[in-house]
């Protein structure tokens, strides 16, 4: 199972360890560095202190002396650990009696130049070397001090494997609380998982937004689909209602017709065709609606550009009878963030009565204007002011000459009303048929 919580929880155990690895690490290096410079930072002391014991006297003959009173005494034993060796250009070297079997090579180097070095002793032992030059009484001589670290590595060795104890506790109390926090934090999805389950059940209709921040909008458009879909099933029940109720009608006198013994053979043929004829049309109207809605899926964005061509090429396929021009406008800008199959209705819905109804034009206009406002006008016979208010009338056909069952409108207003938006109707002052303006706002 792809677990949010246990990637998380691998994820962050992995760092911490890292981490940890790192910081060991680099507490070792740091301390290892110290250690070396403070010897190093010594050992140049100590060669001070040799170029100071050195001394140059008249007696000697040009030939130097080395007071040995200032040094420390551990240059007097062998092996001690602590070596000089002090090189001269003009007459022989001087040499610790600790340095007899510990070798020392020395480069000369000018006054007031040094060097530091890292070796290994006769025994394998590792040794810092510290080399300088300098100048006395116009002799010039090069000095090296080295010492055997091995004591300090061994205590810097029992304290990193303390530190490494430390490190690791303190990973194991990171670690702990990390499972804590981590958990309780995934704990506030489970108020998600229960209401899910309140949903499956039918106890609620939609989930709480009080979950983290970073799943609000994941929450908020789950939240958007479930009303989309409660709509679509209302709009889908109502469909099927008003279809039922049309067929109702031509169905009940199809029953009658064949079983009243009034009528003659012509006159029942005749009622039969009629009615069939009838319910064929709503059958036809309801196939026409549904290749208007198209096969968008749930929660598709409906693209202007693209589906008015569509839409108008398919009712040019269903009016192939008559001759029109349907010509439109798009504003500056203009997106319908809105449902493509609620979109693909209800302006399929406003063209297709506009293309029924019209002579030969049809204008649609489609502008922002804080919010999206489309205006569908016809050059047909328009309606009066006093029936306007009975176009949104379900089943009402203010001509029953013309085919349909009269649901576009009322559908149109429903979608609208799902939008909050409003529906309007007026004379068309360009054409003079109607004009239907429908206004959406942009928070739907």
């Given at each position: 199972?792809?677990s949010l919580?246990?990637?998380?929880q691998?994820?962050?155990?992995?760092s911490?360890?890292?981490?940890?690895?790192?910081?060991w690490?680099?507490?070792s290096?740091?301390?290892?560095l110290?250690?070396n410079?403070?010897?190093?930072?010594?050992?140049?002391?100590?060669?001070?202190?040799?170029?100071?014991?050195i001394?140059?006297?008249?007696?000697?003959?040009?030939?130097?002396?080395?007071n040995?009173?200032?040094?420390?005494?551990a240059?007097?034993k062998?092996?001690?650990?602590?070596?000089?060796?002090?090189?001269?250009?003009?007459?022989?070297?001087?040499?610790?009696?600790?340095?007899?079997e510990?070798?020392?090579?020395?480069?000369?180097?000018?006054?007031?130049?040094?060097?530091k070095l890292?070796?290994?002793?006769?025994?394998?032992e590792?040794?810092?070397?510290?080399?300088?030059?300098?100048?006395k009484?116009?002799?010039e001589?090069?000095?090296?001090?080295?010492?055997d670290i091995?004591?300090?590595?061994?205590r810097?060795?029992?304290?990193?494997?303390?530190f490494?104890?430390?490190?690791?506790l303190?990973?194991?109390?990171?670690?702990?609380?990390?499972?804590?926090?981590?958990?309780?934090s995934?704990?506030?999805?489970?108020?998600?998982r229960?209401?899910m389950?309140?949903?499956?059940h039918?106890?609620?209709?939609?989930?709480?937004?009080?979950?983290?921040?970073?799943?609000l909008?994941?929450?908020?458009?789950f939240?958007?689909?479930?009303?989309?879909?409660?709509?679509?099933?209302?709009?889908s029940?109502?469909?099927?209602?008003?279809?039922?109720?049309?067929?109702?009608g031509?169905?009940?006198?199809?029953?009658?017709?064949?079983?009243?013994?009034?009528?003659?053979?012509?006159?029942?043929?005749?009622?039969?065709?009629?009615?069939?004829?009838?319910?064929?049309?709503?059958?036809?109207?309801?196939?026409?609606?549904?290749?208007?809605?198209?096969?968008?899926?749930?929660?598709?964005i409906?693209?202007?550009d693209?589906?008015?061509?569509?839409?108008?090429?398919?009712?040019?396929?269903?009016?192939?009878?008559?001759?029109?021009?349907?010509?439109?406008?798009?504003?500056?800008?203009?997106?319908l963030?809105?449902?493509?199959?609620?979109?693909?209705?209800?302006?399929?819905?406003?063209?297709?009565?506009?293309?029924?109804?019209c002579?030969?034009?049809?204008?649609?206009?489609v502008r922002h204007?804080?919010?999206?406002?489309?205006?569908?006008?016809?050059?047909?016979?328009?309606?009066?002011p006093?029936?306007?208010s009975?176009?949104i009338?379900?089943?009402?056909?203010?001509?029953e000459?013309v085919?349909g069952?009269?649901?576009?409108?009322?559908?149109?207003?429903?979608?609208?009303?799902?939008?909050?938006?409003t529906?309007?109707?007026?004379?068309?002052?360009?054409?003079?048929?109607?004009?239907?303006?429908?206004?959406?706002?942009?928070?739907?």
């Amino acid at each position: 199972m792809n677990s949010l919580e246990r990637s998380l929880q691998l994820g962050l155990v992995v760092s911490l360890v890292l981490l940890m690895l790192i910081f060991w690490w680099t507490a070792s290096l740091a301390s290892q560095l110290l250690a070396n410079s403070f010897v190093y930072s010594r050992l140049e002391s100590e060669a001070d202190i040799l170029a100071a014991s050195i001394d140059y006297s008249e007696v000697s003959i040009g030939n130097p002396r080395l007071n040995t009173e200032r040094l420390h005494p551990a240059y007097d034993k062998l092996s001690s650990g602590k070596y000089y060796l002090v090189h001269f250009r003009d007459s022989d070297d001087f040499v610790s009696r600790s340095a007899w079997e510990q070798p020392l090579a020395i480069p000369e180097l000018a006054p007031g130049q040094k060097s530091k070095l890292s070796v290994e002793g006769k025994a394998q032992e590792p040794l810092l070397v510290w080399f300088g030059g300098f100048s006395k009484k116009g002799h010039e001589f090069s000095i090296a001090v080295a010492e055997d670290i091995s004591p300090i590595q061994e205590r810097l060795r029992i304290f990193q494997w303390y530190f490494a104890a430390i490190a690791l506790l303190l990973l194991l109390a990171l670690l702990a609380v990390q499972h804590v926090i981590l958990r309780h934090s995934v704990r506030k999805l489970d108020a998600i998982r229960n209401d899910m389950n309140r949903l499956e059940h039918g106890q609620a209709v939609s989930l709480s937004e009080d979950v983290p921040s970073e799943v609000l909008p994941l929450v908020r458009e789950f939240n958007r689909l479930l009303l989309r879909f409660d709509q679509r099933l209302r709009q889908s029940r109502n469909s099927v209602g008003n279809l039922a109720h049309s067929l109702k009608g031509p169905l009940n006198l199809l029953l009658r017709n064949t079983e009243t013994s009034e009528l003659s053979a012509e006159q029942r043929q005749a009622s039969v065709e009629q009615n069939a004829e009838r319910i064929r049309q709503l059958i036809e109207s309801e196939l026409k609606r549904a290749r208007l809605a198209g096969r968008g899926a749930a929660g598709q964005i409906f693209d202007l550009d693209a589906e008015l061509p569509m839409l108008v090429g398919l009712l040019e396929q269903e009016y192939s009878h008559k001759t029109f021009d349907v010509r439109w406008t798009l504003g500056a800008g203009v997106s319908l963030a809105y449902d493509r199959q609620d979109m693909l209705e209800l302006i399929g819905n406003l063209v297709d009565n506009a293309v029924k109804w019209c002579n030969s034009v049809v204008l649609i206009n489609v502008r922002h204007a804080d919010g999206v406002l489309f205006d569908v006008e016809d050059d047909g016979p328009g309606c009066s002011p006093d029936e306007f208010s009975r176009l949104i009338e379900r089943g009402v056909r203010l001509d029953e000459s013309v085919s349909g069952h009269g649901l576009g409108l009322s559908i149109v207003k429903d979608i609208v009303d799902t939008y909050n938006g409003t529906l309007t109707f007026n004379q068309s002052s360009r054409l003079g048929g109607l004009r239907v303006s429908v206004f959406l706002p942009d928070e739907a």
